[in-house]
Antibody, heavy 119, light 107 residues
Framework: EVQLVESGGGLLKPGGSLRLSCAASGFFFSNAYMNWVRQAPGKGLEWIGRIKSNRDGGTTDCAAPVIDRFVISRDDSKNTLYLQTNSLKTDDTGVYYC??????????WGQGTLVTVSS | DIQMTQSPSTLSASVGDRVTITCRASQSINNCLAWYQQIPGKAPKLLIYKASNLESGVPSRFSGSGSGTEFTLTISSLQPDDFTTYYCQQCNTYSWTFGQGTKVEIK
């Protein structure tokens, strides 16, 4: 069974930084493409970005609103995905989900971690 | 980036109704489309993948169809647990965008 457990969320002020983690199990993490998706309060789902498997180059693609501020990385030895968030804005407030890209285009999801950016 | 447009944004229906939600892509995405159900406070749940494939464990009253730029999610007979929000997502390009969501509410 696929399990994804996010951690690292919290309350911080604008301009701050935070690193989110996602511990994965139940699938071969090293071969997996992994994603981050966020959801602002009362709003829809927003894909933030993805990291390919290291076998496929380990490259990342990020959405325009975060491309200059967020960095996705992975540690295959720990089966863990990371999201480094920098220069946070109030608009970055929301639940951040880790998601595993299945080969059929669907996602498996974690339970999410809440990030609140407020002065 | 490919834009995904869902309609309607809100849908009012009754238990037992047949409902259809539409998702349109700004360019062809072949059949690379998934549908999710999200209950407030919970993570999204995969219903349909590759436009028309029912995820294991999902009730057969859910079905998906379409290809190219237009896709539909149909619920054949609404049940009380189905009154929540649904999202489409394209997976055809490097930017895997979501539709803005459709809330199914009780009439």
């Amino acid at each position: 069974e696929v399990q994804l457990v996010e951690s690292g969320g919290g309350l911080l002020k604008p301009g701050g930084s935070l690193r989110l983690s996602c511990a994965a199990s139940g699938f071969f993490f090293s071969n997996a493409y992994m994603n981050w998706v966020r959801q602002a309060p009362g709003k829809g789902l927003e894909w933030i970005g993805r990291i390919k498997s290291n076998r496929d180059g380990g490259t990342t693609d990020c959405a325009a609103p975060v491309i200059d501020r967020f960095v996705i990385s992975r540690d295959d030895s720990k089966n863990t995905l990371y999201l480094q968030t920098n220069s946070l804005k109030t608009d970055d407030t929301g639940v951040y989900y880790c998601a595993h890209s299945r080969g059929d285009g669907g996602f498996d999801w974690g339970q999410g971690t809440l990030v609140t950016v407020s002065s | 980036d490919i834009q995904m447009t869902q309609s309607p944004s809100t849908l009012s229906a009754s238990v037992g109704d047949r409902v259809t939600i539409t998702c349109r892509a700004s360019q062809s995405i072949n059949n690379c489309l998934a549908w999710y159900q999200q209950i407030p406070g919970k993570a999204p749940k995969l219903l349909i993948y590759k436009a028309s494939n029912l995820e294991s464990g999902v009730p057969s009253r859910f079905s998906g169809s379409g290809s190219g730029t237009e896709f539909t999610l149909t619920i054949s007979s609404l049940q009380p647990d189905d009154f929540t929000t649904y999202y489409c997502q394209q997976c055809n390009t490097y930017s895997w965008t979501f539709g803005q969501g459709t809330k199914v509410e009780i009439k």
